[in-house]
């Protein structure tokens, strides 16, 4: 089975829970495991809250959201048309945070590389930033 979504919202905190939710409503086809839908929704939030926070800091832009299943791959690009990422390298690192005096972590691209198969992470200053994520959901009609 192949399906495809298109998302388009504004990067306003409210929009997180949406985007997280519609994804996990966007597998259900593929009868996940509670913690792979755990898994998909914490991935999904991670990705989205950076675009809303660190994609238009000063500003509300627009995210987009792509989602492909293929066969029981599931394919999902996160992106936003904002400031970038300055130093890539260094925003891949655990802990780091451009936006520490909001308490942030650092920690939401390890949190999505923990939850997620594969993630890719483009980012071109003032352009915005695109990440790339992927996880096989496994099919087992047992469930």
């Known amino acids: 089975m192949t399906n495809k979504i298109r998302l388009y919202f504004s990067s306003i905190s409210e929009n997180e829970a949406f985007a997280r939710n519609a994804l996990?409503?966007?597998?259900?086809?593929?009868?996940?495991?509670?913690?792979?839908?755990?898994?998909?929704?914490?991935?999904?939030?991670?990705?989205?809250?950076?675009?809303?926070?660190?994609?238009?800091?000063?500003?509300?832009?627009?995210?987009?959201?792509?989602?492909?299943?293929?066969?029981?791959?599931?394919?999902?690009?996160?992106?936003?048309?904002?400031?970038?990422?300055?130093?890539?390298?260094?925003?891949?690192?655990?802990?780091?945070?451009?936006?520490v005096e909001s308490e942030r972590s650092g920690m939401g691209f390890t949190i999505m590389k923990t939850f997620m198969d594969d993630v890719t992470v483009?980012?071109?200053?003032?352009?915005?930033t695109k990440v790339k994520m992927s996880k096989k959901i496994n099919l087992n009609s047992a469930r």
Not at 64 to 75: M, R
Request: aromatic residues 6%; charged residues 25%.
């Open 24 to 99: 996990a409503s966007f597998i259900l086809p593929l009868n996940p495991t509670l913690s792979e839908v755990n898994d998909v929704k914490t991935a999904v939030s991670e990705a989205v809250t950076n675009a809303i926070v660190h994609g238009y800091p000063d500003s509300v832009g627009e995210v987009e959201i792509i989602a492909e299943i293929d066969g029981n791959d599931l394919h999902i690009e996160i992106s936003d048309y904002g400031v970038g990422i300055d130093d890539l390298e260094k925003a891949l690192e655990p802990f780091y945070s451009t936006r």
């Open 122 to 128: 483009i980012s071109k200053l003032n352009s915005g």
